[in-house]
């Protein structure tokens, strides 16, 4: 039986929560601004998101840290514990985030490295290996791209590689002779297999979690390199 995705529960139960809560007030039942309340406390809804998806890619924990602190940030301006004006902060943090950025544009990038790392904001990076002994690796993309290459490189057994993208997307090759399984997290975003599973049933397996806001995941298999 397939399990539904965390964070589709997660937004679920929030949503009919405000729904009971909408009902019992207009039967009188309970006595509660729900207009006040979901101003006030909106924001937990962007860190829960944040939380669920450093859950489901620990790995690629920049882009949940980031949600995460975000959500936490807004929580603190509508709870009225710190007063400030967010656009007087906007041109500063600005500056971080393109310096961020610039830093964050490194990465693996040895042609026979077991792992593939990337992780780039406004940029886009692309990443190679042939290793034959790939492990997997951590991709996180935040309006920006990343292709990864992963056409002459080979599996003992299996892999995996953890995906976050916002505002973004990410690009992966794999040889013809892999197993590919995508799992995750799609909010206003997805995830596209354009493979052709292997007829082996024993092929080496590529395991993919994503978590995919407002961007998306496009995977297919192509020949190496070498045949081509």
């Known amino acids: 039986m397939n399990r539904r995705p965390a964070a589709q529960a997660f937004l679920g139960v929030v949503i009919v929560l405000i729904g009971v ?23 937990l809804v962007i860190v829960g998101i944040g939380l669920v998806a ?5 790995r690629a924990w920049v882009g949940p840290t980031i949600i995460i602190a975000v959500g936490a940030f807004l929580l603190l301006m509508t709870t009225d514990v710190v007063d400030v004006d967010f656009w007087q902060l906007a041109w500063p943090v600005a500056i971080i985030l393109v310096g961020v950025a610039l830093l ?6 040895e042609d ?3 792992t593939v790392n990337s992780t780039v904001m ?18 996180t993309a935040i ?13 003992v057994s299996d892999a995996e590689i953890s995906v ?47 978590t ?14 070498s045949l081509v």
């Open 21 to 43: 809560l909408a009902l019992l007030s207009q039967l009188d039942v309970v006595t509660i601004d729900l207009g006040d309340l979901i101003s006030t406390w909106w924001p």
């Open 164 to 210: 976050f993208v916002m505002w973004g997307g990410v690009d992966i090759t794999v040889p013809p002779t892999w197993r590919v399984r995508l799992s995750g997290l799609p909010l206003l975003g997805g995830w596209d297999d354009k493979t052709t599973p292997p007829v082996d049933p024993h092929a080496p397996e590529l395991r993919i979690h994503i």
């Open 143 to 155: 309006m920006g791209g990343i292709d990864v290459d992963l056409r002459d490189a080979a599996i």
């Open 54 to 58: 450093l859950v489901t890619v620990p």
């Open 122 to 139: 406004w940029w886009g990076s692309q990443r190679r290996t042939r290793s034959q002994t790939f492990r997997g690796g951590s991709l």
């Open 212 to 225: 995919s806001v407002m961007g998306g995941v496009d995977v297919e298999n192509k020949l190496p390199r």
């Open 112 to 114: 026979h490295a077991d």
């Open 104 to 109: 964050t544009r490194l990465g693996t990038q």
